[in-house]
T-cell receptor
Framework: AQSVSQHNHHVILSEAASLELGCNYS??????LFWYVQYPGQHLQLLLK??????LVKGIKGFEAEFIKSKFSFNLRKPSVQWSDTAEYFC??????????????FGQGTELSVKP | DGGITQSPKYLFRKEGQNVTLSCEQN?????MYWYRQDPGQGLRLIYY???????QKGDIAEGYSVSREKKESFPLTVTSAQKNPTAFYLC????????????FGNGTRLTVT
């Protein structure tokens, strides 16, 4: 069965530290990849997405992610976190690609706490 | 404004009763989804529908049922067969093609006692 795995459940960082959140998926076919963020008390919102082309994608608020097909990974990075980045981060995989696949599955989420 | 409406926000039921959660969208999206969000488990896919009158089971469909008779509506019924129904339920939709992002509703928190 397809699945998405996020390695870290809770990450605690100080402001200005660098961030990398891991995401691996299990599916051998075409995928589209997403990172969503959920700030406290708010809806999930899209941070960035990959569907083709350059495997390094840039999103909002200085976030970026790199798709490594051989490793089935899509890790999220930010060079310097801020207190306002405190949130829960979800990796999601669209199985089947942009034209055939309607199934979108999420990882377990990683809670990020940034200390001021 | 376009969006997804889930109602009610809070729902309480006795064990053994079926309950239906409403989800309506006016975004003209083809695809609609139901997820269950539990602490530490992320969002788990219950059912999804890519087109009217068609839907597929997600990863945790047991004890749930859905219908998609209209494009804008995708109600979820939590049946008495669902062993652990107390949870936060999120409805979402998106347009085709499937690299487009999801739009989420505000969610319904269901408590079964």
């Amino acid at each position: 069965a397809q699945s998405v795995s996020q390695h870290n459940h809770h990450v605690i960082l100080s402001e200005a530290a660098s961030l990398e959140l891991g995401c691996n998926y299990s599916y051998g076919g075409t995928v589209n990849l997403f990172w969503y963020v959920q700030y406290p008390g708010q809806h999930l919102q899209l941070l960035l997405k990959y569907f083709s082309g350059d495997p390094l994608v840039k999103g909002i608020k200085g976030f970026e992610a790199e798709f490594i097909k051989s490793k089935f990974s899509f890790n999220l990075r930010k060079p310097s976190v801020q207190w306002s980045d405190t949130a829960e981060y979800f990796c999601a995989v669209n199985v089947g690609g942009y034209n055939q696949g309607g199934k979108l599955i999420f990882g377990q989420g990683t809670e990020l706490s940034v200390k001021p | 404004d376009g969006g997804i409406t889930q109602s009610p926000k809070y729902l309480f039921r006795k064990e053994g009763q079926n309950v239906t959660l409403s989800c309506e969208q006016n975004l003209n999206h083809d695809a609609m989804y139901w997820y269950r969000q539990d602490p530490g488990q992320g969002l788990r896919l219950i059912y999804y529908s890519q087109i009217v009158n068609d839907f597929q089971k997600g990863d945790i469909a047991e004890g749930y049922s859905v219908s998609r008779e209209k494009k804008e509506s995708f109600p979820l019924t939590v049946t008495s067969a669902q062993k652990n129904p107390t949870a936060f339920y999120l409805c979402a939709s998106r347009e085709h093609p499937y690299n487009s992002p999801l739009h989420f509703g505000n969610g319904t928190r269901l408590t079964v006692t």
